[in-house]
């Protein structure tokens, strides 16, 4: 494992990349997102602490599909595809657990495209403020703070609105 520390708007690989590891983020937060032919953004992910990506470039020889970005201060554990390949078939829980986080990931892109089609913006609003509360909010006398560290318009990229 290479550990890889970022700072604040520090891009780690760029959509189109060639890539070939695996990331954890163990502290900070970073931003993946994609660009359209004309160019628009579209933000996919917030990921924080224990998330991880980039894990695609290991079982698929194609390019990066988004661009990876440190929303904070960030560092990094990472994983290549050499280091990987011992792990999956010398223990089976490894594996397992990359399958149920594969899985994980696909349930949510799913309940996303179901978001886009079904809900209005102001419900994705809300639902992205829920789900940012929920990973990085912190209890306080007054509720609950969230520190999500994005701009208006990277929320609104997040919920498809811009």
Not at 64 to 88: K, Y
């Amino acid at each position: 494992m290479t550990d890889t520390e970022l700072e604040r708007g520090e891009v780690l690989f760029n959509e189109g990349d060639s890539g070939d590891r695996l990331y954890v983020v163990l502290d900070g937060k970073i931003k993946l997102g994609r660009t359209s032919g004309d160019g628009r953004e579209n933000l996919l992910a917030v990921l924080g602490p224990g998330q991880m990506f980039g894990e695609l470039s290991l079982f698929d020889p194609g390019p990066r599909s988004a661009t990876a970005t440190a929303v904070t201060d960030s560092r990094l554990a990472s994983l290549g595809h050499a280091e990987l390949q011992p792990w999956l078939v010398n223990r089976p829980d490894v594996a397992r657990g990359l399958l149920f986080q594969l899985a994980h990931r696909l349930r949510r892109t799913n309940e996303v495209v179901a978001d886009l089609v079904f809900s209005d913006v102001p419900g994705r609003v809300a639902k992205a403020l829920l789900d940012l509360s929920t990973r990085f909010g912190r209890q306080a006398d007054d509720g609950i703070h969230v520190h999500h560290d994005l701009t208006q318009e990277e929320l609104a990229q997040l919920v498809g609105a811009s």
